[in-house]
């Protein structure tokens, strides 16, 4: 619907990232700037601050501090894991979403999330259509997973890669400095996509990487695994860095964390709860070599670097917060932002809208074609993929030393 006029709310969703809150400065600064929106809100912790009525009032806060999120990792107004069930069995949170949005006049509302957020979004923006309520509603993605389909990558994936290649060049040159034995397993997140252990191979492009790469889409075998490395350590005089994804699992489909560990919990969307596999499988090597070993988790480091993040992923990330805004003003609704990447060999990409339904739980994943080496490599077509996504320093303001983050007041609106 073009020409609404209202408040504006954007809310951030599951886990963060380096450059999460570019896109939040980039929604908040173009908002602020628009003549269709009266009113710019963010609401604590996700859809529960709709549900809670519990905004803050962007206007109240420095222009300094909004520009100082483009460089501050996190969700600077909380995150949440928070599952609609769909209106045909329970509409009594969609019926509070729109009691509030009518309260308040909001017209924009923009959820910042990966696969579960964009469902989320588009639940929301479907009912409101059924439901009659003008607003314009836009999904920006987030995910360091890099699996959101119809988008060339996601936003803060390029950040995460770019730390995870650097601290594998960092542990090579350290796990090899003596003339003993050693084993090192890594671990990065992706629980059935394997983009971010993928990065482990730019620092091979730099002669600094792993010997042994394994990604979710291709089945795990731990007695495979075990030949791998022996074989490695064979060749290399008993050293050896492994980097695995969280969510590798066997033929079956069991994850690998929980085959050799035990059942972990599980989050609100039905997810497993991840971790633990570097440590199970560092172990597994020492029992079966007698070598020293290392289980290294990157855990949440990877994806709150900012300290090394790309700049290229934080100015794109802050131009889809501002494009999410221009696009929900100029009428389009039920969309997500996404990136195009332009044909050519420089590098360039242009910002898309794709219908939420189909970024809504639909996973992208790394192409078969570029596993290689049995399983336990990543081929050159990934290293031309992702080399010019990590480009760029961060230009991170630092106060005595350390970074200078954003400090927002965050002015609670008064609730109605």
């Not at 222009?63 to 928070?82: D, F, I, Q």
């Not at 670097?305 to 003003?329: K, L, M, N, Q």
Request: aromatic residues 8%.
């Amino acid at each position: 619907m073009k020409g609404l006029k209202g408040a504006l709310v954007f809310a951030q969703s599951g886990g963060p990232t380096s450059v999460i809150n570019a896109s939040a400065a980039g929604v908040f600064i173009e908002g602020l700037n628009s003549e269709n929106v009266t009113a710019v809100y963010g609401a604590a912790h996700g859809i529960r601050g709709i549900l809670n009525e519990e905004f803050y009032d962007m206007s109240k806060e420095d222009m300094k501090e909004l520009e100082l999120l483009k460089n501050t990792p996190s969700s600077a107004l909380g995150s949440v894991r928070y599952k609609l069930k769909d209106a045909s069995v329970d509409d009594t949170d969609y019926k509070r979403i729109l009691e509030v949005f009518k309260k308040y006049n909001v017209r924009y509302f923009f959820y910042n999330g990966g696969n579960d957020s964009m469902d989320t979004c588009n639940k929301i923006s479907k009912y409101m259509a059924k439901s009659g309520y003008e607003i314009n509603v836009i999904g920006v993605p987030k995910t360091i997973d890099n699996d959101l389909y119809g988008t060339d990558h996601c936003p803060g994936y390029a950040s995460a890669a770019k730390y995870i290649a650097t601290t594998v060049m960092e542990i090579n040159l350290d796990a090899k400095v003596y003339d003993t034995p050693m084993v090192c397993v890594i671990e990065a997140m992706g629980r059935n996509a394997g983009w971010l252990t993928a990065a482990a191979a730019l620092a091979n492009y730099k002669g600094l990487g792993a010997d042994l790469i394994y990604l979710p889409e291709v089945d795990f075998d731990v007695d495979k695994f075990v030949k791998d490395v022996e074989e490695v350590c064979k060749k290399n005089n008993n050293k050896c860095i492994a980097v695995v994804s969280e969510g590798i699992h066997d033929k079956d489909g069991t994850l690998i964390c929980e085959a050799l560990g035990k059942a972990g919990a599980r989050d609100s969307f039905g997810h497993a709860q991840l971790g633990g596999v570097a440590a199970t499988l560092a172990n597994l090597i020492k029992e079966k070599t007698g070598f020293k070993t290392r289980g290294i988790e990157l855990s949440l480091m990877q994806r709150c670097g900012a300290h090394c993040a790309s700049g290229t992923d934080i100015e794109e990330t802050f131009e889809a917060g501002r494009e999410a805004v221009r696009a929900a003003v100029n009428g389009e609704t039920d969309k997500m932002v996404c990136y195009e990447r332009k044909a050519g060999d420089k590098y360039e990409i242009e910002y898309k809208l794709l219908p939420l339904e189909l970024a809504a739980n639909t996973e992208k994943t790394v192409p078969l074609e570029w596993i290689t080496d049995n399983g336990t490599g990543v081929s050159e077509e990934y290293v031309k993929y992702a080399l010019p996504l990590i480009q760029g320093e961060c230009n991170m303001v630092k106060e005595d030393g350390l970074p200078r983050f954003a400090r927002l007041k965050k002015v609670m609106v008064e609730k109605r």
